[in-house]
């Protein structure tokens, strides 16, 4: 027989020996294309520790073969395994595993000399970084396919029921997306025929041998590797289906301990997800960090490097408040800052409330650049009455044409939507990201939120929205720190429905931090303690708590210059009260003036002004 195939080499690790291998135009029992590895090839001597769950295929022939002799203790290399004989494995990735003693993607792992791997050798395979899928084999009112087939047939099917049966692998999503309309014509809607000719096209001709493949049967994640092509066949009903060949002997996990994000797009309603966003989490489970840092170093990483996948899965966690942070937002204690960072750590939504002028907005910015690590992890926006959703996430905008220059009205991504997708980058996952929305009350917070109210209190959840279409989840890394002024009136205050998705922090004159602040603050910047004394003396004249003033007036340098104190009790302060007591006949200046406080006259709350 003509060998269609040139030689393969697989180096073990260190600049170790390289083992050789032969692929095959012969097919496994499931379709997968099998590899020799040839006689005299060295193996190394250990496994990993995760080897038995990760690949328990490749584990039960490497240790078959070492039980009956056909790998053993290399004469000529004490110390290292090697192959006596030819051994055929069901796929080029299983031949490199039982070699390395840990998973192997074969496809890119073996190459020829001269440095090609073995993907390029392939139809429909390229040699560029595999990808992961999710492919759904449970529906609710449908058997489980992963239980009764999948598994022990070693293969990964997708319902194709009105397709006709002469599509190739490698088709164009155009020339599915023309069959679909053709063949589905009455029968699903426009929708429905979008995402059926996306789940095809992925099934068809995006899905390659090597990349991962995962799905859910039992309240469990199954993980395996596309070991084949497509292969489209006729039920007895008539309808059509779709099969891949795939080994799923790559460990299976509880949902229950996977993380946020991976069960965010495990709960997105396709048959068929691009996990690859996700790969690196998928790679790790089951691995220690120790195995994956060895592996890097194995494949070539640098020295110290962190593995992406140690990085994807470490947790989102805010740093803890210290004692130069209280000081520099002149906090009274450092448990306040403590209980503020636990509250957002467990509800990633918080809401601080209070007076004007209570540095609402100030100290929401410097916690979130504190814990976020900086302001580009921060991100504000600020509601008024004509706020809507389209807004703050997604809408359609008049966009003009970079090119015809004509303006048509595209759908574009608002603030919240652009954080998320920052958020979710990879290499970001495990950074704080915070989003601001100052004056949080001042807009119709049903209509701005939309179908995101689910989202704020169900963060491994997705819903489908309200514009694009399409499944969106928040990050669990992203939090939302809103303002609230109390004196605002005009507007309701927030709704039931917002007050269970919110931690709510009260920020007012009559309590700490705000209440001693301005006084902590003079004393740091060393200056007369009059202001905190006319604060205080103002404060106890005012009866309505959501009308006291914050300190925040006098915290500005313009008080400080030569006449600033009584220009900014006349301009800023005063005024707050004009309109507080508007229509009462109330003399702002004699009952509040700087005069009136500091001769110490009329002590009690809005008591009777002096004569």
């Known amino acids: 027989m003509v060998e269609e195939y040139p030689e393969f080499q697989l180096r073990l690790p260190h600049g170790g020996p390289t083992a050789r291998g032969r692929l095959l135009s012969e097919m496994g029992t499931n379709g997968s294309q099998k590899m020799v590895v040839l006689a005299g090839s060295p193996a190394r001597p250990d496994i990993v520790p995760s080897f038995p769950v990760r690949t328990l295929s490749s584990h039960r022939l490497r240790e078959k073969l070492i039980a009956e002799g056909v790998m053993r203790e290399a004469v000529t290399s004490p110390g290292r395994l090697e192959v006596v004989q030819d051994v055929e494995c069901n796929s080029p990735s299983a031949a490199g595993e039982i070699l390395l003693g840990r998973s192997c993607n074969g496809w890119l792992a073996w190459k020829t000399e001269d440095g090609r791997p073995l993907a390029d050798f392939l139809e429909q395979v390229w040699s560029g970084p595999s990808r992961a899928w999710f492919v759904r084999g449970v529906h609710p009112a449908g058997s489980d396919l992963v239980q009764r087939v999948w598994v022990p047939e070693g293969r990964v099917t997708l319902a194709a029921l009105r397709l006709r049966p002469d599509v190739t692998q490698g088709v164009s999503k155009d020339q599915l997306r023309a069959f679909v309309d053709e063949d589905y014509e009455s029968t699903a809607t426009y929708d429905e025929k979008t995402q059926l000719v996306d789940e095809l096209h992925a099934f068809f001709s995006r899905m390659r041998p090597g990349d991962t493949v995962c799905t859910v049967s039992d309240d469990r994640l199954y993980i395996g590797e596309i070991t084949g092509g497509v292969e489209q066949r006729a039920t007895e009903d008539g309808s059509s289906i779709l099969r891949r060949p795939a080994e799923w002997g790559k460990g299976s996990f509880l949902l229950t301990e996977l993380s946020v994000e991976l069960r965010q797009q495990l709960s997105l309603k396709h048959d068929v997800v691009d996990l690859t966003t996700s790969k ?332």
């Not at 994807?312 to 450092?334: F, G, I, M, Q």
């Open 280 to 611: 690196v989490i998928i790679d790790g489970l089951g691995v220690s960090d120790e195995e994956l840092v060895q592996e890097a170093r194995d494949n070539g990483a640098e020295p110290g490097a962190e593995p992406a996948a140690v990085t994807a899965r470490r947790k989102v966690e805010l740093p803890e408040p210290t004692e130069e942070l209280r000081k520099n937002l002149s906090v009274h204690r450092l448990d306040w800052l403590q209980e503020v960072r636990n509250l957002l750590e467990d509800e990633k939504q918080l809401i601080f409330y209070g007076p004007p002028g209570t540095g609402k907005t100030f100290l929401a910015q410097e916690l979130a650049e504190y814990l976020g690590g900086g302001r580009e992890q921060v991100k504000l926006v600020q509601f008024h009455p004509s706020y809507a959703y389209e807004d703050f996430f997604e809408g359609f905008r008049p966009r003009e044409d970079p090119e015809s220059r004509e303006v048509a009205f595209r759908l574009t991504a608002g603030p919240l939507r652009e954080l998320a997708k920052v958020a979710r980058r990879e290499g970001n996952r495990h950074i704080p990201h915070f989003l601001i929305i100052d004056e949080i009350n001042r807009a119709n917070l049903a209509k701005v939120f939309g179908e995101l109210y689910f989202l704020l209190e169900y963060r491994d959840r997705s819903v489908r929205l309200t514009y694009s279409g399409e499944e969106f989840f928040l990050p669990d890394n992203l939090f939302v720190i809103g303002t609230m002024n109390t004196a605002d009136r005009s507007i309701a205050l927030v709704d039931a429905a917002m007050r269970r998705r919110f931690a709510f922090v009260e920020l007012s004159p009559r309590i700490e931090p705000t209440r001693g602040l301005l006084r902590r603050w003079l004393l740091n910047k060393e200056k007369n303690s009059e202001p905190a004394d006319l604060l205080d003396a103002l404060n106890a004249r005012i009866g309505d708590p959501d009308f006291r003033i914050g300190p925040s007036y006098l915290m500005k340098p313009g008080v400080f210059r030569e006449g600033g104190l009584e220009r900014t009790w006349r301009t800023k302060i005063l005024p707050l009260l004009e309109e507080h007591h508007y229509g009462e006949g109330v003399d702002v200046e004699i009952r509040y003036g700087l005069p009136t406080l500091r001769s110490g006259q009329g002590q009690t709350a809005e008591g009777p002004a002096p004569e």
